[in-house]
């Protein structure tokens, strides 16, 4: 499937107060927010041992979503001018048959990894990863509070997109913490209404909301560049949260906007 999805980071000295207010909100431009159970999930993520997926610029990843289990693929996108991107999801339930098919889009795009030993179907996810040759490359947290945008006016079952408050947590020898709402469109040609709500959150926050052309892969892995290099100072990290500063010495490593 194309996932289309904008994103914001927040970007305060007080990030759990902005990602607070943000979650107490019961409208959104033309839009109701509907309260959706919040979600625990665990990432990890995984490449060969010479980065061969980072080359393709592909993500391949293992979610724990609550109880549920999910292998992932991603490609990368470069977003439109209202910070709006569009790429390839492969999201499956966590299955032999569903690493079948994600083994086969990498050789189709000349990844060939070993092949799983027999009754592998009963060993944790991760320990299949590294029969297969991968490492680990980031593992992160993330406490997800979902709302449901549906239209002020009749039908109002019908979900246009979803918001998602993530607080994250990257773990690293420390754990660092970062705050960011996505907006991902839930039904075709929903792009004007992902414009919509990033307008009107950015007019209602100001620069505390600031739109971001980075995924959370990438973000973690600057993240760790720049803390081997010692830059990450007091100006930068506070009690584990990420400061303003960081994100402007973070965005300047990155670059040009991109999964990795």
Same mark, same amino acid.
């Given at each position: 499937?194309?996932?289309?999805?904008?994103?914001?980071?927040?970007?305060?000295?007080?990030?759990?107060?902005?990602?607070?207010?943000? &979650?107490?909100?019961?409208?959104?431009?033309?839009?109701?927010?509907?309260?959706?159970?919040?979600?625990?999930?665990?990432?990890?993520?995984?490449?060969?041992?010479?980065?061969?997926?980072?080359?393709?610029?592909?993500?391949?990843?293992?979610?724990?979503?609550?109880? &549920?289990?999910?292998?992932?693929?991603?490609?990368? &996108?470069?977003?439109?001018?209202?910070?709006?991107?569009?790429?390839?999801?492969?999201?499956?339930?966590?299955?032999?048959? *569903?690493?079948? #098919?994600?083994?086969?889009?990498?050789?189709?795009?000349?990844?060939?990894?070993?092949?799983?030993?027999?009754?592998?179907?009963? &060993?944790?996810?991760?320990?299949?990863?590294?029969?297969?040759?991968?490492?680990?490359?980031?593992?992160?947290?993330?406490?997800?509070?979902?709302?449901?945008?549906?239209?002020?006016?009749?039908?109002?079952?019908?979900?246009? *997109?979803?918001?998602?408050?993530?607080?994250?947590?990257?773990?690293?020898?420390?754990?660092?913490?970062?705050?960011?709402?996505?907006?991902?469109?839930?039904?075709?040609?929903?792009?004007?209404?992902?414009?919509? *709500?990033?307008?009107?959150?950015?007019?209602?926050? #100001?620069?505390?909301?600031?739109?971001?052309?980075?995924?959370?892969?990438?973000?973690?892995? *600057?993240?760790?560049?720049?803390?081997?290099?010692?830059?990450?100072?007091?100006?930068?990290?506070?009690?584990?949260?990420?400061?303003?500063?960081?994100?402007?010495?973070?965005?300047?490593?990155?670059?040009?906007?991109?999964?990795?």
């Amino acid at each position: 499937m194309i996932e289309i999805e904008a994103t914001l980071i927040i970007v305060s000295d007080n990030p759990d107060v902005v990602a607070r207010q943000i &979650a107490d909100r019961t409208e959104l431009g033309n839009f109701q927010l509907q309260p959706q159970r919040t979600q625990e999930i665990h990432d990890l993520y995984f490449d060969t041992t010479d980065s061969a997926l980072k080359g393709k610029k592909l993500g391949l990843r293992l979610r724990k979503r609550d109880d &549920a289990r999910q292998i992932t693929l991603k490609d990368d &996108a470069l977003p439109n001018s209202h910070g709006i991107v569009e790429r390839l999801e492969i999201e499956l339930p966590w299955s032999e048959v *569903a690493l079948a #098919g994600i083994l086969k889009e990498l050789r189709n795009r000349q990844i060939v990894l070993a092949e799983p030993a027999l009754k592998w179907a009963n &060993a944790e996810p991760s320990q299949v990863m590294q029969r297969l040759g991968l490492e680990l490359v980031q593992e992160r947290r993330c406490r997800r509070q979902v709302r449901h945008l549906v239209p002020r006016e009749e039908p109002k079952n019908t979900v246009l *997109a979803e918001l998602a408050i993530d607080f994250v947590v990257y773990h690293f020898d420390l754990d660092i913490f970062h705050h960011e709402i996505e907006i991902e469109a839930m039904l075709p040609g929903q792009l004007l209404v992902l414009q919509n *709500a990033v307008e009107n959150l950015r007019q209602d926050f #100001g620069p505390v909301l600031r739109t971001w052309d980075h995924s959370k892969l990438a973000l973690g892995k *600057a993240i760790e560049a720049l803390r081997r290099e010692g830059m990450f100072r007091d100006a930068f990290v506070s009690n584990g949260y990420l400061m303003p500063a960081a994100y402007g010495e973070i965005e300047k490593r990155l670059g040009s906007p991109s999964c990795f």
